[in-house]
């Protein structure tokens, strides 16, 4: 049974930072792709950033490239996303997603956190 938990979501101003964290436990994590999806009301769930298993390969989606960071410790069985520069179009309920390989469409990612909430004030 494999449990994602994602931890650090909150309140933040435009401008600001948060670190989320996604522990994992249920599968051998250092052999999964991780990622991490967000979701708008009313909007489809979208690809934020994915990182290797081994952490040596990172993707981002355009609009988040150049101010959050995706890092991953297999030690600890967590994978982070570290988001600086927030706006309120950050604003979403963030998803931890675990996969045999790295791809943009939520669809075929194979097991997810419950998510938390970020919400940037403008």
């Known amino acids: 049974q494999v449990q994602l938990v994602e931890s650090g979501g909150g309140l933040v101003q435009a401008g600001g930072s948060l670190r989320l964290s996604c522990a994992a436990s249920?599968?051998?994590?250092?052999?999964?792709?991780m990622g991490w999806f967000r979701q708008a009301p009313g909007k489809e769930r979208e690809f934020v950033a994915a990182?290797?298993?081994?952490?040596?390969?990172?993707y981002y989606a355009d609009s988040v490239k150049g101010r959050f960071t995706i890092s991953r410790d297999n030690a600890r069985n967590t994978v982070y996303l570290q988001m600086n520069s927030l706006n309120p179009e950050d604003t979403a309920v963030y998803y931890c997603?675990?996969?045999?390989?790295?791809?943009?469409?939520?669809?075929?990612?194979?097991?997810w956190g419950q998510g938390t909430q970020v919400t940037v004030s403008s």
């Open positions: 990182i290797s298993w081994s952490g040596d390969r990172t």
């Open positions: 249920g599968r051998t994590f250092s052999s999964y792709v």
């Open positions: 997603a675990m996969n045999r390989v790295v791809t943009t469409r939520a669809i075929a990612w194979d097991y």
